[in-house]
């Protein structure tokens, strides 16, 4: 299991390097983008569309108890 986590580390810090350097970017400020900009925005997205499919669902399910 630590051999899996220890190539995931490895290649995944490897995209973000490619990726920093294809943007003219540094790691860092990829890594910033990535964890305090785009993984927040993703979350509350997430958050979003769990509360819009409950509802949806509480509404299916109220209309099938009525008939």
Same mark, same amino acid.
């Not at 970017?25 to 979350?43: G, K, Q, R, T």
């Given at each position: 299991?630590? !051999? ?10 490897? #995209?973000?390097? $490619? %990726? =920093?350097? @294809? ?6 400020? %990829?890594? =910033?983008?990535?964890? /305090? ?5 993703? @979350?509350? /997205?997430? %958050?979003?569309? #769990?509360?819009?499919? &409950?509802?949806?669902?509480? !509404? &299916? %399910?109220? $209309?099938?108890?009525?008939?």
């Amino acid at each position: 299991m630590d !051999k899996t986590i220890d190539v995931l580390y490895v290649y995944l810090t490897d #995209f973000i390097i $490619n %990726i =920093a350097n @294809l943007l003219h970017l540094s790691y860092y400020e %990829i890594n =910033a983008l990535l964890f /305090c900009v785009l993984y927040p925005i993703i @979350l509350i /997205c997430l %958050i979003i569309v #769990f509360f819009v499919q &409950k509802w949806r669902l509480t !509404k &299916k %399910i109220r $209309n099938i108890s009525q008939q």
